[in-house]
């Protein structure tokens, strides 16, 4: 079976099943199907993926083509149809890459996935100031937590809605002022690089395990790889960074799986939710390389390598 990855509705169902996946399987201090939040759980995924559906399907289309404008429909979707905030930082990570795969930009997921996630980098380097405001409403609707006040162009400003367009502030320049304080952007930036590692990752891991197995395998090294910025921005840098020195205390076999995870959820500031979103923008892309789930199994056909 082989997907055109530039046919919309497949690239539509691949970003809204990787998020769902990402976010059903259980994985340390997450939200999966056996655990929920005081504030979170796996319906307000299902509500809020399955939301953003058509938005997805206009930039799959080519109906949206602004990455801000579609980023705040997609929030607003979201936000029609549950309270919380499960998806943002997906969203924000997903609309590049859909407007990559869209037909005619030249990016194909199944033969190469650097060539997509370079053209997502582009299209982002490319936005207008227009994007940046759009970004900014979309933020205000998702009200994520653990925001910055204390910066140059505060999100609750209505004044920094007007600095971003009078000093020509678009999505790339934004990004690079918020790197450090959103792993997201930091993606935008660095040409998608802990997606593009976990999707290799994962297609190797998915040949020996199955697919609770592979994901949470997959997000454990992720976790030992890089801080979370959730948890640096609710919890504090030296808590981000004891959570990756735990992780890493997992893979060596040091630290059990099971001892990480109650850790995290003693406090649920603790949440490696940025990376949780690069897991799931990681898994929409493997998806959209022809993948069919056989029993508990993720098997392709025409195995291709990750370029």
Do not use: H
Request: positive net charge; contains cysteine; hydrophobic residues 40%.
């Amino acid at each position: 079976m082989w997907m055109r990855s530039e046919d919309p509705w497949q690239v539509t169902r691949a970003f809204v099943l990787g998020p769902l996946l990402e976010a059903t399987v259980p994985k340390p201090g997450n939200v999966s199907r056996f655990r929920d939040f005081s504030d979170l759980s796996i319906y307000n995924f299902l509500f809020a993926e399955t939301a953003v559906m058509d938005v997805y399907y206009n930039v799959a289309a080519g109906r949206i083509r602004s990455v801000g404008r579609a980023v705040e429909l997609a929030v607003r979707r979201s936000k029609e149809a549950q309270s919380a905030n499960p998806n943002f930082g997906i969203v924000v990570l997903s609309v590049p890459l859909i407007m990559a795969l869209r037909a005619g930009n030249g990016a194909d997921a199944r033969r190469d996935v650097s060539g997509v996630l370079r053209k997502a980098s582009a299209i982002v380097r490319e936005s207008t100031p227009e994007d940046s405001v759009s970004l900014y409403r979309a933020i205000r609707m998702a009200s994520p937590k653990g925001l910055d006040r204390d910066v140059e162009y505060d999100v609750y400003s209505d004044d920094s809605l007007k600095m971003l367009k009078e000093n020509d502030v678009n999505l790339w320049k934004l990004a690079e002022m918020s790197c450090g304080r959103e792993l997201v952007f930091c993606e935008w930036l660095n040409g998608y690089r802990l997606t593009g590692r976990t999707v290799k990752r994962l297609e190797e891991l998915f040949r020996v395990r199955d697919v609770e197995g592979a994901v949470r395998r997959a997000f454990i090294e992720l976790m030992a790889e890089a801080k979370d910025t959730l948890i640096e921005r609710r919890a504090g840098r030296d808590t981000a960074e004891r959570v990756r020195e735990m992780a890493e205390l997992v893979l060596k076999g040091e630290m059990t799986v099971e001892e990480l995870d109650a850790f995290l959820r003693r406090d649920e500031r603790r949440n490696p939710g940025s990376l949780a979103d690069v897991m799931a923008s990681a898994l929409s892309l493997v998806i959209l390389r022809g993948y069919r789930l056989e029993g508990r199994l993720l098997r392709r056909t025409g195995f291709q390598e990750v370029k």
